[in-house]
């Protein structure tokens, strides 16, 4: 009976060949039911081991199953590969063509050229602070040591609103003309030592241009402890402006006048994009060692406390990093304008 | 200001270039707005002398020389005969352009070969410098000509010169003055300040014809507080005519015109030394009945009184404006300008110099009141120098003698009542190095100081020292003043950098500062774009809200006249501007501060602003919902989604029976009993006014209420063990029933293991009777700690089903 052992290999040689040959999920099923259905020819084999002589049957059992458990295999082998041949889709995909998108908004340019100032001094201690813009002006000039007849309080320069004052004194209400009057309201709520960066709209009485709006956003800092020195400005100056714009920047104090501070400076800043512009220099900013009467003033103690401040415009800073030539822009609000940054 | 660095030189040696002056003023805190350089006659030839002559290797008619240019030996090859080692000729260096023959083409020197030999400049015939028809040889110039000289300078030609444009800050007028800028240079290089000699009293050659001033004119100082101190000079038989040449080149370079000896005089040493002149003429002032002699009275103006300036123009003064008089009618408007009845003319012949100091506030009123300014104006409103009037007076008596002849009057008038008595400042050492970050010297330190003529005033002490301060320098106050000065002429380039070490500071608004970058991650992470607007509206544009405005007193226009009291017609105004650029799709919003007018000052509220229009999608090549535009439903989800991530829940949006300003329709978002603001479909009438196309949706909150009520705490639940269960329910109710109605019906059912109540189809139409509607809900019910039963998900939702039939009289629709 050696014919019967001997008969297993074609026969499970002959079923391999039909599930290879099978073309799709159908043909690969009556392929299966061909030799392992109730009928198949290889179940009609495994049937026939019973009337097998005793000694025969461990070699023929396991030659059958031997042969079913790949047969089984290469079922579910061709079966996945027929299941991915039909899940590919008819036509090859396009991949070069536009997407569904959603779409993404953006802070506007400004508010990310404040949110980067923001972080640079943030690494440096320094928190967010935050006043009124209808001031009086005593916080606006006053306070800041800005004389009684200085031509920055004129109506030529600086926006007066028609609101009476209900505090019960005389000031008039204005609209700041510099964050600095944010200054004196933080000394005034509280004791040194202080380190404050003040976002936020100013205002000043020109006519809108190229390089001006009537509304336009400053930055200011105030750094106040003991033992502050011009040397303290400079470094963190400097350090600001290199995170800003790169650490090629190269940086110039000019002395300079500033009521409220004494010395005081202006900053220019030299860069390859300065050059470009065909300039050597740029100011971008004013500074200077907070002066003793505003220390007087807010009730901190001049001989014991000094201490700088400096401030810039948010613009500026904007102009100069993205090249935009016109101020206006930033207040007209162009989609195609803001989709740039 | 203007000042030319030949006009400086007289009073200061400058080494410089005129680039590293422009740079030394520069960081002297003078800010040099432009610098340029002038041309001047044969720019760029110089004085030169001739070391050796040899013959040229290559050809017999030239010769190679040395020559010395003053600062280098230079090799020249030369084709004239006329010279010889020693000699001083003309030499032209490279870069020099050469006068042509109109109509040919500019020449200009280059170092080139000539025959194989390298000549670096060419020396000049006096044909080649235009000088004489002499084209023989070289211009041999005279033995004592000094080698390095500009040939211009040599021949005593117009010179080029360089001309500086400076900022000066308003706390230094003594540097709008020539003299000024020369004494920080003085001071910054060390080289003296060389004042010009001036007479202290003038002799008159004749005497008895010439008396002294006070016997011709008198001076009444009516109110010695706006006018401290008037000094009067007299020049007689002056002979007006045009200025010498150097006068005149000298005030047309710094921008000022030319108009007689007397005039531009007065005008060179206000420029000169920063008091600004006024010259009269002496017999155009009325003499008081019964008196000899006129008197010169200053005194305020009457109000309305009449008065023509030298422009011509007639003005109206006020009471408050300070005029220069006889006793008739104001001859001048003090310290702004003269009187057209007083003007120097061709024919003047006795002029009396007026040089005195004003209050600078009045002379700023009259300034500004009258809208004339002068450079007059210009230096009284800043401050002028008190102990100078007498000099710059003498100074000015001078040059009228030099320029137009005459003779002055010996002695002056001078009313000064109240003696300026000079400030004094003491500095400590330590203060200084304290400030800076710095040790100087205390020896170094009053240095400085003394270097910028602030003189010592007793001893030094140990630990600190005083100086005098002069009166010119008005801005020198207190201590700090002075570390100032101390730090400019020390150089700020000098000061060492120093990066503070970290230490937290402290405000509340910090951690506000964050919720509102956090509140604008979030819109834009839903698609919005951010935009900033104007917070100056015009008052039309703000006219239908209902709104307390803050007006502004001083508009610069009808266009900016009141503060923004919401941000909506900024964002309107937005997206106006972009539709009409063919920007159709937008999603908006704006954070910033309105203001609105209450019974005290004026309230200012940060809010958040939304608008929407056009497509909701962007572009897409398939797809149903490609066209769909922006509805009230796309800017509700948007803010439930906000509002959920924001940490804000609870809120109620509560319709508005008669919506008021920009809506057609709008709903009150609440919380609690706080109205946070309000959300709705924009006014199409109005929508059409502005060009915009598709329909507008707009929110607006408060966005300080919105950061004070939020509740970002977050806390762990843990995740369900146990299967839920839904159930669907799909009703026919009246159309007011709401949403929210349904909501209410299910809390009062209050099923058992409720989870989740969601809304999935609102539907009108086929089959559904008119002013109704079905309404879908999926019921969702779990347990937290077991595997619910069909049993209980059924009988806790037929509770539900139970109140909608009783509360909502809805109807359930089967299947």
């Known amino acids: 009976m050696s014919t019967f052992v001997e008969s297993i290999g074609p026969l499970k040689d002959e079923a391999l060949a039909a599930i290879v040959a099978a073309a799709d999920l159908s043909q690969l099923e009556q392929a299966r039911a061909a030799f392992l259905g109730s009928h198949g020819k290889f179940v009609a084999i495994m049937k026939q081991m019973g009337t097998l002589p005793k000694e025969e049957k461990p070699l023929a059992g396991k030659a059958i199953n031997q042969g079913k458990a790949e047969i089984e295999a290469a079922l579910a082998q061709r079966k996945s590969d027929l299941e991915l041949k039909a899940a590919l889709p008819k036509e090859p995909l396009d991949f070069t063509l536009p997407g569904r998108r959603r779409t993404l908004g953006k802070n506007h340019p400004l508010t990310q050229a404040t949110d980067d100032i923001v972080k640079i001094f943030r690494k440096l201690g320094f928190v967010v602070a935050d006043g009124p813009e209808i001031e009086d002006e005593y916080h606006c000039f006053d306070a800041l040591n800005t004389p009684a007849d200085h031509p920055a309080r004129d109506t030529q320069d600086t926006f007066y609103t028609q609101s009476a004052n209900g505090a019960g004194n005389n000031q008039r209400l204005l609209l700041r003309t510099h964050t600095s009057s944010v200054q004196i309201r933080v000394m005034k709520s509280q004791p040194p030592p202080v380190r404050v960066i003040v976002p936020g709209r100013v205002y000043r009485r020109d006519n809108a241009d190229a390089t001006h709006n009537p509304t336009f956003q400053q930055i200011e800092g105030l750094y106040v402890d003991k033992n502050v020195t011009v040397g303290d400005l400079k470094g963190t100056v400097a350090f600001v402006f290199r995170e800003l714009l790169g650490e090629e920047v190269k940086l110039r104090f000019r002395p300079h006048y500033f009521s409220y501070t004494e010395p005081s400076f202006e900053i220019d800043f030299s860069s390859a994009l300065v050059r470009k512009m065909g300039k050597d220099w740029l100011e971008i900013a004013g500074c200077g060692m907070v002066h003793p009467k505003v220390f007087e003033n807010v009730g901190y103690d001049p001989e014991v406390w000094t201490g700088w401040a400096f401030g810039f415009g948010i613009e500026r800073i904007a102009m100069i990093r993205y090249g935009i030539n016109d101020i206006r822009l930033f207040y007209e609000n162009d989609a195609r304008f803001l989709a740039q940054f | 200001m203007k000042v030319t660095i030949n006009w400086l030189r007289r009073y200061v040696d400058i080494s410089w270039t005129p680039e590293e002056l422009r740079e030394r003023l520069t960081m002297l805190g003078v800010e040099v707005e432009s ?98 028809e002499d084209a023989s040889g070289l211009l041999i110039l005279p033995t004592d000509a000094i080698v390095g000289q500009s040939l211009a300078q040599h021949l005593g030609r117009v010179s080029g010169d360089v001309v500086y444009d400076l900022e000066i800050t308003p706390n230094r007028p003594d540097l709008n003055s020539v003299i000024g800028i020369a004494r920080e240079l003085s001071a910054l290089s060390g080289n003296p300040l060389k004042l010009p000699a001036v007479p202290e009293r003038f002799e008159p050659a004749e005497a008895p014809s010439i008396a002294t001033v006070a016997g011709q004119v008198a001076v009444r100082l009516e109110d010695p507080e706006l006018c401290p101190r008037y000094t009067a000079r007299m020049v007689r038989g002056v002979k007006v005519g045009p200025s010498p040449d ?44 019964e008196a ?126 109240k003696r300026h008595e000079p400030k004094q400042i003491t500095l400590r050492y330590a203060r200084t190095n304290q400030l800076l970050g710095l040790e100087i010297a205390p020896a170094q330190q009053r240095e400085y100081l003394n270097r910028l003529e602030l003189p010592l005033d007793g001893t030094p002490g140990e630990s600190s020292f005083s100086v005098r301060i002069p009166a010119f320098r008005v801005d020198l106050k207190g201590e700090i003043d002075l570390v100032e000065e101390i730090a400019r002429l020390y150089g700020v380039d000098r000061i060492p950098s120093r990066v503070p070490c970290a230490q937290p500071g402290t405000n509340p608004f910090d951690a506000v500062y964050d919720q509102i970058a956090e509140a604008r991650r979030l819109l834009t992470g839903s698609g919005l774009m951010e935009i900033q607007g104007q917070t100056l509206l015009p008052q039309t544009a703000v006219a239908h809200l209902p709104s307390q405005l803050v007006p502004l007193q001083n508009p610069l226009s009808g266009d900016m006249n009141v503060l923004r009291p919401s941000l909506l017609p900024g964002l309107l105004e937005v997206l106006q501007r972009n539709v009409n650029q063919k920007q159709t799709d937008l999603a908006l919003f704006e954070m910033g501060r309105v203001f609105t007018a209450t019974g005290n000052a004026p309230r200012e509220e940060r809010r958040l602003g939304i608008a929407l229009t056009g497509q909701r999608n962007p572009l897409f090549w398939s797809g149903g919902e490609r066209d769909a535009k922006f509805d009230i439903h796309d800017l509700k989800g948007l803010l439930e989604e906000f509002f959920a991530h924001f940490g804000l829940r609870g809120l109620t949006f509560v319709r508005r029976p008669e919506p008021a300003g920009l809506y057609l329709e709008s709903a009150n978002i609440s919380l609690g009993k706080q109205s946070l603001g309000e959300i709705g479909l924009a006014n199409p009438m109005l929508a059409k006014k502005l060009d915009l196309r598709d329909s507008v949706v707009l929110a607006e909150l408060n966005l300080d209420l919105l950061l004070a009520r939020r509740n970002p705490a977050k806390s762990f639940k843990p995740l369900p063990q146990y299967p839920a269960i839904r159930r669907d329910v799909a009703m026919l109710v009246e159309e007011t029933v709401t949403h929210e109605a349904v909501l209410n019906a299910v809390k009062q059912a209050k099923p058992s293991h409720l989870e989740t109540v969601e809304l999935f189809d609102v539907f009108r139409g086929k089959n559904i009777p008119s002013g109704q509607k079905s309404l879908a809900y999926a019921f969702t019910y779990r347990s937290l700690d077991k595997t619910l039963t069909d049993a209980e998900a059924s009988a806790a939702h037929e509770k539900v089903v139970r109140q909608f039939k009783e509360q909502l009289k809805a109807v359930l629709r089967e299947g």
């Open chain 2, 246 to 289: 150097w006068l005149k080149q000298d005030l047309e370079k710094v921008g000022i015109r030319s108009i007689s000896n007397v005039v531009d005089v007065t005008n060179y040493v206000m420029l000169e030394i920063g008091q600004p002149l006024h010259a009269f003429d002496y017999h155009l002032l009325a003499v008081a009945p």
């Open chain 2, 292 to 417: 000899k002699t006129p008197v010169i009275v200053v005194r305020r103006a009457q109000e309305g009184e009449k008065f023509t300036t030298l422009d011509g123009k007639e003005r109206s003064l006020t009471h408050d404006m300070l005029v220069i008089a006889d006793e008739t009618k104001p001859v001048a408007l003090a310290g702004v300008m003269g009187g057209l009845n007083s003007e120097i003319k061709d024919t003047t012949q006795d002029v009396l110099i007026e040089s005195a100091c004003f209050k600078p506030q009045t002379i700023r009123l009259a300034s500004k009141k009258l809208e004339l300014r002068s450079d007059a104006s210009y230096r009284y409103e800043r401050g002028s120098d008190i102990d100078i009037c007498d000099w710059a007076s003498r100074r000015a008596a001078q040059l009228i003698l030099e320029t137009a002849g005459g003779q002055v009057a010996s002695g002056v008038v001078d009313a000064y009542p």
């Open chain 2, 35 to 132: 610098m340029r350089k002038l041309g001047g006659e044969f720019e760029g030839v110089v004085v030169a002398q001739v070391l050796t002559a040899d013959k040229h290797p290559n050809a017999d008619k030239l010769s190679v020389c040395r020559v010395n240019d003053g600062k280098t030996e230079r090799q020249i090859v030369c084709g004239a005969k006329n010279f010889k080692p020693g000699d001083k000729v003309p030499l032209a260096l490279p870069g020099c352009t050469m006068p042509t023959p109109p109509g040919t083409p500019p020449f200009t020197i280059k170092v080139g070969k000539l025959r194989g030999v390298e000549s670096q400049g060419m020396m000049c015939s006096a044909q080649e410098l235009g000088l004489s």
